[in-house]
Each structure stands twice: as C-alpha cells, then as structure tokens.
C-alpha cells in the first residue's frame, strides 16, 4: 500500500518553457503533498507543502510565483514551474501523507527536469 | 526542531546485519524518529518510524534508547540492494502537516 505516482519521470525542454509535474496517492487520501527538490550529490530540500483545497505554504527562499503548486483533490497535486530556466534543472520529488497522525511521508520517483 | 547526526557512510558486508546510528540529543518528548532510505535517482522509500519502543517490520528493526537520544536503524542481513543514502529525521513536533527536513544522511554501501 502507500503508492505515490509521479509523473512526467524525466522532461527536457527550452528555456523559458512551462513544465507541469504531476503527483498522484494511488491507494490513499493525501490530505497533505509536498515537493522537493533535489540538487546532485545534496540532500533533499523541501520546497512547500500542500493541503488539499487551500494554498500552498512554502519554505522561505522558495518563489511561490515560480513554483506553483494546485493541490486540488485528495489524489492530486501538481508542481508548475513557470518560465524554467537551466538554473530550475534538479531532480523534483513528491511526497504524500493521510494526515492522520504520525504516519509517514510516502514518495514518489522523481521527475529529472533538465533545462537546456 | 531536534537535529540529527549521522555518519556520513558506512560499509557493510552482504549477509550481515547492518547497524546504522543517528544521534538526536535535542529530540523533544512528542517528536518521533523516521527513517528512509534513497537509492540513487530515486524517491526516498519510508523505512520504519518510532516514538520511545523499538519497533519492527519487515524491513528493518529500530532501537531507541531509553533517554531517546540516540536510536539505531539494525539491517538483519544486507544485500546489494540496500545500498543507499539512509536518513534519520525528527520530525518536527508543532507541525501538524508532519514536515521532514533532511539532513546529509548515511551512504551505505554493501560489498559482496
């Protein structure tokens, strides 16, 4: 149980392009999403965190205009980064959990975004 | 939030039980200890959680100490396959989304 589907798994694309990236709880209600991004040979940094039906909340240093996030059902939460540029490339990873007390974060496989 | 330090990399025989520690001196009685693992160009894969028992599954054994400052993560017999970057995290315990920050992790490496 506890399936996280990302996809796109890989993007490349130009400068200046939009990338959507979608993340989806195939076999639970993720009352709560969260994207991070993960640049090489460095850990994971969160970047916001998503309640279904409400805005987003996001890390400081994180441009809530670059990144924007729709957590609109209960299966489903989208990362959108708007006008990408090589320096946005990273690995982008979603995580999701039922809300329910401490039950743990379940992650997706990441999305490798390469901006050429 | 309570921070945690791990070794940066371990080696561990295939076959072997692998005992990976994280200390977290500053953890807050509320605040539960996860631990997840990221094989390379993956997602992180949750691994086992606790509050103050040990804890078991399938995958792993964790061992709390009793003052809670410190836990270990016991792999009972490591393949190949448990290579990775394993990490402990505390979560946050005032946050109610359950936030993880990570931190640099282990890098495990099992050698045949």
């Known amino acids: 149980g506890a399936v996280v589907s990302q996809h796109p798994s890989r993007v490349i694309c130009k400068s200046g392009t939009s990338v959507k990236i979608e993340c989806r709880s195939l076999?639970?209600?993720?009352?709560?999403m969260f994207w991070y991004r993960q640049f090489p040979k460095q850990s994971l940094m969160l970047m916001a965190t998503?309640?279904?039906?409400?805005?987003?909340?996001?890390e400081q240093g994180v441009e809530k205009d670059k990144f924007l996030i729709n957590h609109a059902s209960l299966t489903l939460s989208t990362l959108t980064v708007t006008s990408a540029h090589p320096e946005d490339s990273s690995f982008y990873i979603c995580?999701?959990?039922?809300?329910?007390?401490?039950?743990?974060?379940?992650f997706g496989d990441g999305t490798r975004l390469s901006i050429l | 939030d309570a921070k945690t330090t791990q070794p940066p990399s371990m080696d561990c025989a295939e076959g072997r039980a692998a005992n990976l520690p994280c200390n977290h001196s500053?953890?807050?009685?509320?605040?539960?200890v996860y631990w997840y693992r990221q094989i390379h160009s993956q997602g992180p894969q949750y691994i086992i959680h606790?509050?103050?028992n040990n804890e078991t599954n399938e995958m792993a054994s964790l061992i709390i100490t009793e003052d809670r400052k410190s836990s270990t993560l016991i792999l009972p017999h490591a393949t190949l396959r448990d290579t990775a970057v394993y990490y402990c995290?505390?979560?946050?315990?005032?946050?109610?989304?359950?936030?993880?920050?990570f931190g640099a992790g282990t890098q495990v490496v099992v050698t045949p």
């Open positions: 606790g509050l103050k």
């Open positions: 995290i505390v979560r946050v315990a005032t946050d109610s989304w359950g936030k993880l920050q």
């Open positions: 998503s309640n279904e039906g409400s805005k987003a909340t996001y």
């Open positions: 076999d639970f209600q993720a009352t709560t």
């Open positions: 500053t953890i807050s009685g509320n605040e539960y």
């Open positions: 995580s999701a959990r039922d809300g329910r007390g401490y039950q743990p974060q379940h």
